[in-house]
């Protein structure tokens, strides 16, 4: 009985020792104000980025838009509602996930979806600066 | 017993602090004498200490061999596959830094390490989670 104790106790340690060693992260920085965060545990990853916002109004439209997203999430499968604190968005990619859709298929989705973002983001700009110029425009032709 | 102990890993820490700064010396050297390979092969010489003090000081040395390297194919060209998974934990290092002049650099050499050493020098790297850097 007491071995069948002490057997469990190690079990325990090492199941925990190896889970420690499995969780682990990383940061990978491109400059200040863009990172990605990967975290990775037993059978699922958590990938959180924080898109470039050089003015306000870039940081409005960003918080707008991927708000906009993270509220679809169940569109998008892998899309978290709530990103990571100190991030833009994030993605849980779980085992299931990996057995139902294609890995590389995946990894191709998630690079899209950082290429296309900046793209995004810069369009939604220079269409809010175009709509105000007019209604300005517009405005001041009375005066 | 144990404060011997104690004081036997301390003595151990400062020693490995004193080589970790005269290598960051002889990286120095070699970088103003424009010997941009030697400073690096000199830089990732050496296990990657236990003690965080000494990782600091270690990637001080690293940091700046690193930053000092204009032609990074040339560099890979003459460093030996064994200091490849270094290279790369290193570069990770840099890239989480935040920087901006760092981690350019960092990718840079990512970049190029990566189509020398292929990606199972980027899984070795992040999955040793013993000989961290």
């Known amino acids: ?143 | 017993m144990a404060e011997a102990k104690k004081s036997v890993g301390s003595d151990n820490a400062e020693d490995i602090l004193t080589k970790i700064e005269n290598k960051s010396l002889k990286i120095e050297s070699l970088i103003k004498q424009y010997k941009f390979i030697e400073a690096i092969k000199t830089a990732l010489e050496g296990y990657p200490p236990l003690d965080e003090r000494c990782k600091s000081a270690n990637w001080i040395g690293v940091h700046k061999a690193l930053m000092a390297i204009k032609d990074v194919e040339g560099m890979l060209r003459s460093l030996d596959p064994q200091y490849y998974d270094i290279l790369m934990k290193y570069v990770y290092r840099g890239l989480s830094t935040g920087n901006r002049t760092t981690c350019d650099q960092c990718l840079k050499i990512h970049e190029k390490l990566t189509e020398k050493a292929g990606f199972g020098c980027i899984l070795r790297s992040l999955a040793d989670t013993v000989n961290t850097v």
Request: hydrophobic share 45%; with cysteine.
């Open chain 1, 1 to 143: 009985m007491r071995k069948w104790l002490v057997s469990c106790f190690l079990c325990c340690w090492l199941w925990i020792f190896l889970i420690c060693s499995l969780a682990m992260q990383v940061l990978i920085c491109r400059n200040e104000a863009e990172k990605c965060l990967i975290e990775t545990s037993i059978n699922s990853l958590r990938i959180s980025l924080k898109v470039k916002q050089a003015d306000e109004l870039e940081n409005i439209l960003a918080k707008k838009f991927l708000r906009f997203l993270s509220m679809r999430a169940e569109a998008f499968q892998v899309l978290r509602r709530k990103p990571v604190q100190g991030y833009d968005i994030s993605f849980l990619i779980t085992n299931y996930h990996c057995e139902e859709l294609q890995k590389r298929k995946l990894i191709d989705f998630i690079v899209q979806f950082m290429e296309d973002i900046d793209k995004e983001i810069s369009e939604l700009k220079m269409s809010v600066s175009t709509r105000g110029r007019l209604v300005a425009t517009e405005f001041l032709k009375q005066f």
